[in-house]
Structures are given as C-alpha cells and as structure tokens.
C-alpha cells in the first residue's frame, strides 16, 4: 500500500538553527499538510499546500515557517530559527485528488529536539 | 481547539467483545468525520469516515455512527482484537476547509 515517507525520524538542532523536515507524500496525492504534536497534547495542523501554493496555514505557522515542493516528489518544511517551544512530532500528510472530503494519510513524523 | 472532544481518555476491552470510542464537537459547520489509529512511534493511520449525509458507515469490523442534532460520534470495533490496542483520534473538517481538527485522542488496550 502507498504511504507517506518522513525523514530524518529524529533531528536535534540547535535553538536558532533551521531545520529542513522531508517528505515525500503518496504520488498521485496532490495536496500536501504539515501537522505538529507537542508532547502530551493534540495533533495541529499547520498548514496546507496544493498546486505549487499554501491553500491555509495556522496562526502557527508565522514567518519563521515556510513550505516547499522542490520537485515532484518531495515537500518539505523548513523552520529558519528555532525556539525551543518547536519541540515536537512534526507529521506530514496528503490526500487527493480533491483534498477536501478525502482522507488525509499521514507519515510516521520527525521528532525534533531544540536545544 | 477544543472543538473536538474526546473526553475519555483510556478504553479497556476483553477480546472479542465490543470496544465502542465516542466524540463531540462543537462546531455545527464540521461535515466530514474521520476516526485514526496510533501505534507508538507510527504516524495516524487512517480507519474510516464519515461525511454529515449519512448516520452510519461500516468497514469490517469498524463502524462509525453520526448523530449530527447531538454533535456525537461514535466508534464500533467488533470484535476487538489484541492487534487494536493503539491510540484512536478523531477528527473532523469542513467541506470549503482543508485543515483537520483532532481529538485528544483515546488509549484502548484489549485484554486476552
């Protein structure tokens, strides 16, 4: 069955360092999410991306966050300076062709450590 | 966000009997409704859905019910099998919306 690849699993940066979160969504999926789970509280959504462009983003999501869709597989989240409040489980996720009234199918996450 | 609620946060079950996870939410403009799994260090896997024209969907042995005037849903596994002990979330959207909103999430462990 088709899945949702994240990469790295675990990163540890430095605060105030960028991080680059990879994914690599199912291939005929055309939207594409970013989801966090801080520890011990709900999964949020950050943001969500069709067509080469945000569609919405959380009041999260703040210009220290961006998204990218490199090529045509990978879509990755980059974080330019990180807080030590970014600790979390980052998941990426997709679904199409429609994205909404369709199932979201999510990755295995990357646990990012800010020192 | 607490427009989704899962207000019991553990479930235990015997093998082969009924585990049954409930859901509120709070916002009425919510029209599709969608039940995940969790194992430990996995990502949400995907059950089942339900959009607001209907009361009831079944995949299996997992069957999810929609009371709409109560703002409730609920989460029929039977029978519950040692494999389902997994966190289950639910979470819900709008139709002119792309984010999900997810509960807190509830632990169910089956017992042999």
């Known amino acids: 069955e088709p899945e949702v690849t994240q990469t790295p699993s675990h990163q540890v940066t430095q605060m105030g360092q960028e991080v680059i979160l990879r994914c690599v969504p199912i291939?005929?999926?055309?939207?594409f999410y970013w989801y966090r789970q801080i520890l011990g509280q709900k999964v949020e959504f950050l943001v969500s991306f069709y067509n080469n462009e945000i569609s919405e983003k959380s009041e999260i999501f703040d210009d220290q966050f961006s998204v990218e869709r490199p090529d045509g597989s990978n879509f990755t989240l980059k974080i330019r300076s990180t807080k030590l409040e970014d600790s979390a489980m980052y998941f990426c996720a997709s679904s199409g062709p429609t994205g909404v009234g369709q199932p979201q199918h999510f990755g295995d996450g990357t646990r990012l450590s800010i020192l | 966000d607490q427009q989704v609620k899962q207000n019991s946060p553990s479930l235990s079950v015997q093998e082969g009997r009924i585990s049954i996870l409930n859901c509120d939410y709070t916002n009425s403009m919510f029209d599709y409704f969608l039940w995940y799994k969790k194992y430990p260090a996995e990502g949400p896997t995907f059950l089942i859905s339900?959009?607001?024209?209907?009361d009831k969907n079944e995949d299996g042995r997992f069957t999810v019910f929609l009371n709409k005037s109560a703002k409730h849903l609920s989460l029929h596994i039977v029978p519950s099998q040692p494999g389902d002990s997994a966190v289950y979330f639910c979470?819900?959207?709008?139709?002119?919306?792309?984010?999900?909103?997810f509960g807190a999430g509830t632990t169910v462990t089956v017992r042999a």
């Open positions: 291939s005929n999926h055309l939207y």
């Open positions: 979470a819900a959207s709008r139709s002119n919306d792309y984010k999900l909103s």
């Open positions: 339900i959009s607001s024209i209907k």
